[in-house]
T-cell receptor, first 113, second 115 residues
Framework: AQSVTQLGSHVSVSEGALVLLRCNYS??????LFWYVQYPNQGLQLLLK??????LVKGINGFEAEFKKSETSFHLTKPSAHMSDAAEYFC???????????FGGGTRVLVKP | EAGVTQFPSHSVIEKGQTVTLRCDPI?????LYWYRRVMGKEIKFLLH????????ESGMPNNRFLAERTGGTYSTLKVQPAELEDSGVYFC?????????????FGPGTRLTVT
C-alpha cells in the first residue's frame, strides 16, 4: 500500500523568502508523484509532476520539486514567496496511469507581508 | 476546453435526507474519479469509472453511497440516507485513457454539510 506524508499542516513564510514543503512517500513500486495546489474557493490544480524522467521537475508559478529515491522524498520549493502563493498544497502519488491518487494531508501556506 | 464541473457547489441537508452530487468530466476523458476530504483529514479516493464501468470502488465507505455513470459521460454520487460523518468536500476528477496519461484534472468540489 502506498502512503504519503507531508510534514507540517501549516507553514508561514515571509514574502520573498524560500518556500519549502516536505513530502515523503512509501511505495512498493516506483511511483509517479504530483504536487497539487488549492487556492481559496477553487479546485485542485496541478503544480508539477514526476513521471520517471528528470528528477528535478519544474512546475508553474516558479515552483520546483526534486525526486530523491534514496530518501523517498519529493519536496516542493520556490525561491521567493509571493502573496499569491497563499494556498493549500497537496503531495500525491500514483502507481500507474489510470490508477487512483493517494494524497498527503496537505500543507496550508500563509505568506506574511 | 471546459474543465471538470461539479454541481452543486454547496449543499446543506439534514441527517437522513438524500443528496445527489453531479460531475461532468472533460469531454473525451474516459476515466472519472470521485474523492472526498472530510474536515481535517486527507483527500481520499472513493471510486473510479472507466467509461460507464466501475473499475475500482474500494474507497466507497458503505452502501449508503451509490455512484453511477450512465452512458459514460457525467457521473452522479448519491448519499442516502446522509449521516453527519458524510460532511466534507467531494471532488471529481477525470483523465484520458492513455498509458502515458497520469494527470488527473479536478473539479472545484462540492461542499456537503449534513446537520
Amino acid at each position: 500500500a502506498q502512503s504519503v506524508t507531508q510534514l507540517g499542516s501549516h507553514v508561514s513564510v515571509s514574502e520573498g523568502a524560500l518556500v519549502l514543503l516536505r513530502c515523503n512517500y512509501s511505495s512498493s513500486v516506483p511511483p509517479y508523484l504530483f504536487w497539487y495546489v488549492q487556492y481559496p474557493n477553487q479546485g485542485l490544480q496541478l503544480l508539477l509532476k514526476y513521471t520517471s524522467a528528470a528528477t528535478l521537475v519544474k512546475g508553474i508559478n516558479g515552483f520546483e520539486a526534486e525526486f530523491k529515491k534514496s530518501e523517498t522524498s519529493f519536496h516542493l520549493t520556490k525561491p521567493s514567496a509571493h502573496m499569491s502563493d497563499a494556498a493549500e498544497y497537496f503531495c500525491a502519488v500514483i502507481k500507474a496511469a489510470g490508477n487512483k491518487l493517494t494524497f498527503g494531508g496537505g500543507t496550508r501556506v500563509l505568506v506574511k507581508p | 476546453e471546459a474543465g471538470v464541473t461539479q454541481f452543486p457547489s454547496h449543499s446543506v441537508i439534514e441527517k437522513g435526507q438524500t443528496v445527489t452530487l453531479r460531475c461532468d468530466p472533460i469531454s473525451g476523458h474516459d476515466n472519472l474519479y470521485w474523492y472526498r476530504r472530510v474536515m481535517g483529514k486527507e483527500i481520499k479516493f472513493l471510486l473510479h469509472f472507466v467509461k460507464e464501468s466501475k473499475q475500482d470502488e474500494s474507497g466507497m465507505p458503505n452502501n449508503r453511497f451509490l455512484a453511477e455513470r450512465t452512458g459514460g459521460t457525467y457521473s452522479t454520487l448519491k448519499v442516502q440516507p446522509a449521516e453527519l460523518e458524510d460532511s466534507g468536500v467531494y471532488f471529481c476528477a477525470s483523465s484520458q485513457q492513455l498509458a502515458s496519461s497520469y494527470e488527473q484534472y479536478f473539479g472545484p468540489g462540492t461542499r456537503l454539510t449534513v446537520t
